[in-house]
């Protein structure tokens, strides 16, 4: 079973600045695209900044400038670096790999999700 865990979410202030991470475990046999989402209660999940393997990288207009998307091979690891943070950046941030996932024929892959963690910013 390959899980994804969110942390870093919290409480800021407008300006503010806040750094996420998205730790992948279990049976990876290796991760390609790795992204990071944000939904508010009545809209839909959007794209905040999607990473390759390659290390290719596309961020939502939104954020372009103020965010930054990284990840450590090594840890499995994503992060999201927030700054000058807006109270419109108010959301659960949820982390989202594609990845292969080993198993006893091989591998196989999967779109893995995790639980998000919330951000919220204060005006």
């Known amino acids: 079973q390959v899980q994804l865990v969110e942390s870093g979410g919290g409480l800021v202030q407008t300006g503010g600045s806040l750094r996420l991470s998205c730790a992948a475990s279990g049976t990876i046999f290796s991760i390609n695209a790795m992204g990071w989402y944000r939904q508010v209660p009545g809209k839909q999940r959007e794209l905040v900044a999607v990473i390759g393997s390659g290390g290719s990288i596309n961020y939502a207009d939104s954020v372009k400038g103020r965010f930054t998307i990284s990840r450590d091979n090594a840890k499995n690891t994503m992060y999201l670096q927030m700054n000058s943070l807006k109270p419109e950046d108010t959301a659960v941030y949820y982390c989202?790999?594609?990845?292969?996932?080993?198993?006893?024929?091989?591998?196989?892959?999967?779109?893995?999700w995790g639980q998000g963690t919330l951000v919220t910013v204060s005006s």
């Open positions: 989202k790999s594609d990845l292969l996932e080993a198993v006893r024929t091989g591998y196989r892959a999967l779109e893995v």
